[in-house]
């Protein structure tokens, strides 16, 4: 009997992206309901009585909720291909206390920036920073969190990626100069995302990845053609990044198919802070 | 070689005995230290500079920090005694939900009873809450894994001896108001782990007293 998969989620979650990323690096077949937040499915309700939050994996009926949770039952069921945990426990201990960190450090002054203004959302600027800073000592100079492969950890932060540029404009701060090698983390995901939009990336070449045309500069982080940020000189693309990790960022199309443009994101905090009076 | 096996804690905290209690189950031998958590050793700062917070367990060497984190890796690095979490993927992936459950709610909450005025009244009733939504959870089962003790019952067994503080600064009694989940402590404190780790709820109760200067 096939599986069945459905996960409920909401197109702007962080959460959510790491549950549809992790389904595509299992090539798992799913089935995708978007949930209105304003107005729950009785389907949710049910499936997360607990906490009413998305994203909930259904498997076969039984539902699984809390995104790590759902990204390690994933791994755990669908082993057979792009293992996401390390399989050593020490390895995996630390993975998870990477996360916790995120998820606690990250997430809530994360959640102030976009959503509040003056001393409230300059502290959540300062922690966040901050909280920032550490992950970078942590990614030192690997390519990914997971080291040479796109791991857990990776695939936690990819949504926070997401939604950097919105907390940029919305607190009136730059990432980059803090953490570049974070963001330089981060472009390399995003960089594939704008460039590829639906093409699969393992029909683009190295080469092409690795030395854009300066049509292809303004493409790279959007938000250029729109003015709010100049490109920075000092950005190149093959600076950024070693030769072997756009390789092997070319197999994460998972990462194309589940997120967001940076845009779409701010248009949404945009109307929310409108909407709250922010 | 023999497993070098060291756990940084405090005697008082719900979360370090959460890791004593694993360790217990799996009979892994360990040198446990004494923290004081207002003059922190400089090994503690060495092996948690992030969070600088007890516990932290050190294998070999090798730091591994966060409690929940601690009893996973105990399970995973010591797989034969006493499994703590299932072995099937849908069953453990419940166990951590209810433990995750444990941690933001169960925590948060508790601590405003004790320690911040004004909060008790309604954090005492935000508390018992949650305690029925757990008992719930129990249901009729011996232990919340089921027939056996295991990863959501260590999760919140530590809790049961700071009902003493929570029943002081609630003006309350939580063990009349969650009858089942009190039979399930008895008869978690019926293991060797549990009874060997867990503090007398008076000497906790003295020891917050004192700490905040009362009686």
Not at chain 1, 58 to 86: A, R
Not at chain 2, 14 to 43: C, H, P, Q
Not at chain 2, 82 to 101: G, V
Not at chain 2, 130 to 151: A, C, P, Q, R
Request: charged content about 30%; aromatic content about 12%.
């Amino acid at each position: 009997m096939a599986d069945e998969v459905v996960l409920l989620d909401y197109w702007a979650s962080p959460f959510g992206m790491r549950a549809r990323i992790a389904l595509r690096e299992k090539g798992v077949k799913f089935e995708y309901r978007e949930e209105n937040l304003r107005d729950k499915s009785p389907l949710l309700l049910q499936m997360n009585p607990v906490h009413k939050k998305i994203p909930v994996l259904i498997h076969n009926g039984k539902p699984v909720c809390e995104s790590m949770n759902v990204v390690q039952y994933i791994d755990e069921v669908w082993s057979n291909k792009n293992t996401i945990l390390p399989s050593d426990p020490y390895q995996r201990a630390q993975a998870r206390f990477w996360i916790d960190f995120i998820d606690t450090k990250v997430y809530e002054p994360a959640d102030k920036i976009w959503f509040t203004t003056g001393e409230v959302q300059e502290t959540a600027k300062k922690d966040f920073i901050e909280a920032l800073k550490i992950l970078e000592a942590e990614l030192g100079d690997k390519p990914y969190f997971g080291g040479d492969n796109f791991g857990f950890v990776d695939i936690a932060m990819t949504g926070y990626y997401s939604w950097f540029q919105t907390f940029e404009k919305c607190a009136n701060f730059s990432i980059e100069p803090e953490c570049p090698t974070l963001m330089a983390s981060a472009k390399r995901c995003f960089f594939l995302i704008s460039l590829v939009s639906g093409q699969p990336l393992s029909q683009i070449s190295p080469e092409e990845v690795q030395r854009p045309s300066s049509k292809d500069v303004k493409s790279l982080w959007p938000g250029f053609e729109a003015g709010w940020r100049t490109p920075q000189p000092r950005f190149h693309y093959h600076q950024a990044t070693k030769p072997g990790s756009a390789k092997r960022c070319l197999q994460r199309k998972t990462v194309v198919d589940s997120v967001p443009g940076p845009d779409e994101l701010f248009a949404l905090a945009f109307k929310l802070r409108k909407e709250y009076g922010v | 070689m023999a497993d070098e096996v060291i756990l940084l804690s405090v005697w008082a905290s719900m979360f370090g005995m959460r890791t004593r209690i694993a360790l217990e189950e799996k009979k892994v031998k360990y040198d446990y230290r004494e923290e004081d958590l207002w003059n922190k050793s400089s090994f503690l700062l060495e092996m948690n500079p992030v969070h600088k917070k007890i516990p932290v367990l050190i294998h070999n060497g090798k730091p591994v920090c966060e409690s929940l984190i601690q009893v996973e890796y105990i399970d995973e690095t010591w797989p034969g005694e006493n499994p703590l979490l299932p072995s099937d993927p849908y069953q453990r992936a419940h166990a951590k939900f209810w433990a995750d459950f444990i941690d933001k709610k169960v925590n948060v909450t508790a601590r405003r009873i004790w320690a911040i005025k004004g909060e008790e009244k309604e954090a005492s009733k935000e508390l018992i809450e949650i305690f029925k939504t757990l008992e719930s959870e129990l249901g009729d089962k011996h232990y919340f894994g089921g027939e056996t003790f295991g990863y959501v019952d260590i999760a919140l067994i530590g809790f049961y001896s700071w009902f003493g503080v929570y029943n002081k600064f609630g003006n309350m009694s939580l063990e009349s108001e969650c009858p089942e989940l009190t039979r399930w402590a008895k008869r978690c404190l019926q293991r060797e782990s549990v009874s060997k780790v867990l503090p007398e709820s008076e000497k906790v109760t003295k020891f917050i007293f004192q700490r905040l200067g009362l009686e």
